[in-house]
């Protein structure tokens, strides 16, 4: 079991990031941490000293101990109560390369191995300090790069995920030792398990985590950067858009139609929330078969993005003026044909320094946005008049990015958000094993069958928090973390 994991070997790592710093932390953890750099340290015998405390000295090499390597402080948290449960001293040196290297290469020789990305953490949960959630929860954090996405984290590291989970897994858990007890009596013909009661629960149970389940879109779209599709006919200024979102010239722009041949992605920070935009290659009929494939993947793009911008060339606008009609017209046929409850449609008004009548334009786009709201089903957000070279109304289209991110936002809630494939995965194992459950207790499905189906349904709830860990999964999980 996990709580009796003891690792026979010390590890040693730079846990922060690579590079000259101010200060670097090296950290020691396993059953002879504290004896290790006791035997490269001078100053107060490390092995004496309570938990938990922090102490002044030297790392010194004992070939060369006129010459210390440096002056740093020792953290010593003793087993159990540190991060891996195991004896634990973090020393903070001088950020020099220098001083990091010979202190590492002095450990090692003093006994200690080079930490694997991710080892802290397995040990921590192979020592049941947290469960496999919360492991992932701790990749997640030191890999969030926006607020929301970092507010997730923090929620699945502190265990929400993992006390949600427990409390539907025993309810489970209940119910399977009433079953397994009707079974063991079988002949007497029992019901130790009221049909009726069960269903009820694992009706509950089913759209928790159904709901779940469906977390993990929004979840993780702000976790990976909301999608953000540009799309429109060629030469209207999608890759032109893309640069002067990102502020650099990342895709290739000319006047020649059909420049842009593939997807391509770029990730970008606006306020709270990361955004992934997504440039594609322009949409018109062609006989290329090159062009083709990368217009396939402009329509997927589609179905992929939560917020979609179709841009409009607006010189090419019936006498340059705002038609409805004509947009209608154009919009291409997979966004009218996606399932719409997580789309945003915004209609960007492109190359406007080329018209005169640009204040009309934009007076017409406030008013027509004030009759239309919907295009078919498709909730239009915004209708927005830009200048993708002159950077005109882009900080404009990004206030309209976050307003939309943050009315769909569900990090502030204080529903539990799945951000993870393998949970989603294990969660849709578990619902797909609870169906037939349901199904056969309606249908008096025998005793026997029904236990089977409670108890897979158990297994896959367990494996999201790893209460029984395959190695398979450990490694899994634990090859993503590139420190920690
Ligand atoms: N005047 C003006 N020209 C623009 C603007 N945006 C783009 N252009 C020009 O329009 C041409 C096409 O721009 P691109 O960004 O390559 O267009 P695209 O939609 O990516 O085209 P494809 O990749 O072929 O689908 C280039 O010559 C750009 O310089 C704008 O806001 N104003
Ligand atoms: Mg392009």
Redesign the pocket.
């Known amino acids: 079991m996990m709580d009796h994991y003891i690792a026979d070997d010390t590890i040693c790592a730079i846990s922060t990031p690579t590079g000259t710093g101010g200060i670097a932390v090296i950290r020691v953890s396993g059953p002879n941490a504290i004896g290790i750099v006791d035997s490269v340290w001078k100053g107060c015998k490390l092995d004496s000293v309570k938990s938990h405390t922090a102490h002044l000295g030297e790392i010194i090499d004992g070939d060369n101990p006129e010459e210390p390597i440096d002056q740093c402080v020792a953290t010593v948290f003793r087993s159990p109560n540190s991060y891996t449960g195991e004896d634990v001293v973090e020393i903070s040196v001088h950020g020099s390369r220098w001083i990091q290297r010979e202190s590492i290469a002095l450990l090692m020789r003093a006994g200690c191995r080079m930490a694997q990305p991710g080892e802290y953490t397995r040990r921590a949960v192979m020592n049941g300090r947290m469960d496999l959630a919360q492991a992932e929860g701790v990749a997640d954090i030191i890999a969030s790069s926006s607020r929301a996405a970092h507010r997730i984290a923090m929620s699945q590291m502190k265990g929400s995920i993992s006390k949600k989970l427990s409390v539907l897994r025993e309810q489970l858990v209940q119910l399977s030792v009433l079953l397994e007890l009707e079974l063991d009596f079988s002949e007497e013909d029992v019901e130790f398990a009221d049909r009726n009661r069960m269903l009820h629960i694992a009706e509950d149970i089913i759209s928790e985590l159904q709901r779940l389940h469906n977390s993990f879109r929004d979840g993780n779209a702000i976790k990976e950067g909301i999608p953000v599709a540009i799309i ?10 893309l640069n002067a979102l990102l502020d650099d010239e990342r ?10 041949r593939d997807t391509i992605e770029e990730t970008l920070e606006i306020g709270d929330y990361l955004f992934r935009f997504i ?1 594609t ?2 949409l018109r009929d062609t006989e290329d078969p090159i062009e083709q494939i990368g217009i396939d993947r402009s329509r997927k793009a589609i179905s992929r993005s939560v917020i979609t911008i179709f ?1 409009i060339d607006a010189t090419t606008l019936p006498q340059s003026k705002l038609d409805m009609s004509f947009i209608k017209d154009n919009l291409p046929e997979e966004l009218l044909n996606e399932p719409q409850d997580f789309h945003s449609l915004i209609i960007g008004l ?5 018209l005169d009548n640009y204040s009309t334009l934009t007076d017409d786009s406030r008013q027509e946005l004030s009759k239309v709201n919907i295009i078919d089903k498709i909730p239009l957000h915004s209708i927005v008049p ?5 950077t005109i109304g882009i900080t404009h289209l990004k206030q309209i990015l976050t307003d939309i991110a943050k009315a769909n936002d569900i990090s502030g809630t204080d529903d539990i958000i799945i951000t993870n494939l393998r949970q989603a995965k294990a969660l849709k194992n578990a619902i797909d094993s609870i169906q037939p459950l349901i199904d056969g207790l309606k249908n008096g499905l025998d005793t026997m069958l029904v236990a089977e189906h409670l108890r897979e349904t158990i297994s896959h709830l367990s494996s999201i928090t790893g209460t029984i860990p395959s190695t398979e999964i450990l490694n899994t999980i634990f090859s993503r973390f590139c420190i920690g």
């Open positions: 429109g006919a060629t030469n209207a200024g999608k890759s032109s858009l895709a290739i722009v000319s006047d020649i139609h059909g420049t842009t440039d290659a322009g841009l492109n190359k406007i320094d080329l830009v200048s993708a070279t002159q």
